[in-house]
């Protein structure tokens, strides 16, 4: 079972940022947050992912809560073509391990 | 990045045949690879990890008979769906981890009439 709680859905007006929020409760020490972005019948994209200090990259900003239960994806200036199913994934670092996929949050940006 | 590449892109199939499906890492070696399967409205489902040279490991509920995953070089696995029927219509994406990352397919769509 995904170890991570993302709402069903979210809309953004275009321009403006969008903030996804997960909850990852039972996230332990050595799992980091990823965030993959999957556009309708294509495969996951990787957004961004970090372990405790915030992260920021070309595609978003990675915000996560210093007791490492919960985390907000930043997308600054939220386009249309940002409109997707967003996953937040807790993984650990052992060799091997694979990415468990909740439901995710389908994002929509409106015009 | 590291490109995954997935090949068809999308197939129909008369049930009853097998279908195969490619995934090729292109530009990195990938000792694992993953499948996955996406039904409609719903999310990523591991359907079997493979390493290369090595039988696959496949998840509960997944028969290994039905889908066939060979993982015989560092850059390319198949999966092969056999005696396909309707219900095994669906978004099947493979993954592919090197040592450091693991990356995702852009999927094949597989339609069984």
């Known amino acids: 079972d995904a170890k991570t709680t993302q709402p069903p859905s979210m809309d953004c007006a275009e321009g403006r940022a969008a903030n996804l929020p997960c909850n990852h409760s039972t996230i332990s020490g050595n799992e980091y947050v990823y965030w993959y972005r999957q556009i309708h019948s294509q495969g996951p994209q990787y957004i961004i992912h970090?372990?405790?200090n915030n992260e920021t990259n070309e595609m978003a900003s990675l915000i996560i809560t210093e007791d490492r239960k919960s985390s907000t994806l930043i997308l600054p200036h939220a386009t249309l073509r940002d409109t997707a199913v967003y996953y937040c994934?807790?993984?650990?670092?052992?060799?091997?391990?694979?990415?468990?996929f909740g439901p995710g949050t389908r994002l929509s940006v409106l015009p | 990045g590291a490109v995954v590449s997935q090949h068809p892109s999308r197939v129909i199939c008369k049930s009853g045949t097998s279908v195969k499906i490619e995934c090729r890492s292109l530009?990195?070696?990938?000792?694992?690879m993953f499948w996955y399967r996406q039904f409609p409205k719903q999310s990523l489902m591991l359907m079997a990890t493979s390493n290369e040279g090595s039988k696959a490991t496949y998840e509960q509920g997944v028969e290994k008979d039905k889908f066939l995953i060979n993982h015989a070089s560092l850059t390319l696995s198949t999966l092969t769906v056999t005696s396909a029927h309707p219900e095994d219509s669906s978004f099947y994406i493979c993954s592919a981890r090197d040592l450091a990352e693991q990356y995702f397919g852009p999927g094949t769509r597989l339609t069984v009439t």
């Open positions: 530009d990195f070696q990938a000792t694992t």
């Open positions: 970090g372990l405790k």
């Open positions: 994934i807790v993984r650990g670092d052992n060799y091997g391990q694979n990415f468990v």
